[in-house]
């Protein structure tokens, strides 16, 4: 763990994480949270997992316990992601958590992995509460561009004025983007 000027997405720093490969479960805590999240909608997090190859996938597990959790009893709040190269952000419905544990007593948030095939360097930023409507989803996608024909398989135009095709300018992430040429004038 170290602050790091890379990769942040509210202020200058962010928090880089570098996890080991190994079978075993590794992870971060804090107990420095808010313990009432009921006047909240979402929980969510920045992430941005440092990597050149654009298949690259690691498991992120969530876990969130009130003051009432037991190991034991594995009574907490559990949610699996599939983490891609580049930006993304984890968002979490309030609701969602209130189903599996007290949203008022909250006591501890974990991010943690296991079986990881290599080695990851990620970089965390800008854990917050969200309550703009309509919310984003809470299941991640990530589409990269990175294989040929990803675009034409996952996107389509609703005419055929517009074109669409792989291009290797403009990536945001990686070294390719989806390039979008529109009519100069619709009908």
Do not use: C
């Not at 316990?65 to 979490?92: C, E, M, S």
């Not at 992995?113 to 360097?121: F, G, H, P, Y």
């Not at 990620?122 to 996608?141: G, H, K, M, Q, W």
């Not at 990803?150 to 074109?163: A, P, Y």
């Amino acid at each position: 763990l170290g602050l790091s000027e890379n990769y942040a997405t509210d202020g200058t720093h962010s928090l880089q994480m570098t996890i080991s490969k190994s079978n075993e479960w590794q992870g971060i805590q804090t107990t420095n949270i808010p313990g009432d999240w009921s006047v909240h909608l979402i929980f969510a997090f920045d992430l941005y997992y440092n990597t050149k190859q654009a298949d690259a996938v690691w498991p992120l597990v969530v876990r969130i316990d009130d003051h009432d959790t037991k190991r034991i009893k594995k009574n907490w709040f559990l949610r699996g992601y599939t983490v891609g190269p580049g930006a993304q952000t984890i968002r979490i419905y309030v609701e969602d958590i209130s189903k599996a544990i007290d949203i008022k007593r909250i006591k501890q948030v974990i991010l943690s992995t296991t079986r990881l095939e290599d080695e990851v360097d990620i970089y965390l930023d800008n854990i917050r509460f969200e309550s703009v409507l309509p919310p984003a989803p809470t299941e991640p996608f990530n589409f990269s561009f990175e294989q040929r024909g990803e675009g034409v398989l996952n996107w389509h135009s609703n005419g055929k004025l517009i074109q669409i095709k792989h291009s290797d300018k403009h990536a945001t992430q990686g070294e390719h983007s989806l390039q979008v040429n529109l009519p100069r004038k619709f009908p």
